[in-house]
Every structure is written in structure tokens, then in C-alpha cells.
């Protein structure tokens, strides 16, 4: 079984954005200031739409806020040597 790994962009986006803090995010997607922690953190992995509500908070599609990454597309994008 594949490990898959979900990265974001949060903490750079909440800077770009007057330095949002966590907490006024959390307030805005409507959740707790731990559950923005452990987003950033990649220690959860939000639901679908808890990650749409957390990229229209920046104006993106969400597919700018978060990156999904498993062990087959690593190795293919590493090329047919890898």
C-alpha cells in the first residue's frame, strides 16, 4: 500500500494575506485554532469541504492551498531513472 501525503500552503498563504493569524482563519472556515495547527503541521488532513471553505478564505482553488502527493507520483516525477 502507497503512503500518501497531503502537503499545503497555509502558513505562507495566512502571511501573504496581511499575516492572518491562525486564529481568524480558524473563525473563517469555522473551526478551532488547533485544527489550523494541525492542518499546517500535516498532522491532519481536513475534509472536503473544510479544504474548500480554507482556499475560498484565500480566493484559490484549492488545488493552491493543498498538494496531494503519493509514493507512485513521487517516483514518476522523478523520471523513468529513478
Given at each position: 500500500m502507497a503512503?500518501?501525503?497531503l502537503k499545503n500552503q497555509?502558513?505562507?498563504l495566512r502571511f501573504e494575506k496581511d499575516e492572518m493569524t491562525q486564529q481568524q482563519l480558524a473563525d473563517k472556515a469555522g473551526v478551532t485554532r488547533q485544527t489550523?495547527?494541525?492542518i499546517e503541521a500535516g498532522k491532519y488532513a481536513?475534509?472536503?469541504?473544510?479544504?474548500?471553505?480554507?482556499?475560498?478564505?484565500f480566493g484559490l482553488p484549492v488545488e493552491d492551498v493543498f498538494?496531494?502527493?503519493?509514493e507512485e507520483s513521487?517516483?514518476?516525477a522523478a523520471g523513468p531513472d529513478a
Open positions: 503512503k500518501n501525503d497555509i502558513r505562507r489550523i495547527i494541525a481536513p475534509s472536503l469541504p473544510l479544504a474548500f471553505k480554507i482556499a475560498r478564505t498538494q496531494y502527493e503519493d513521487r517516483s514518476s
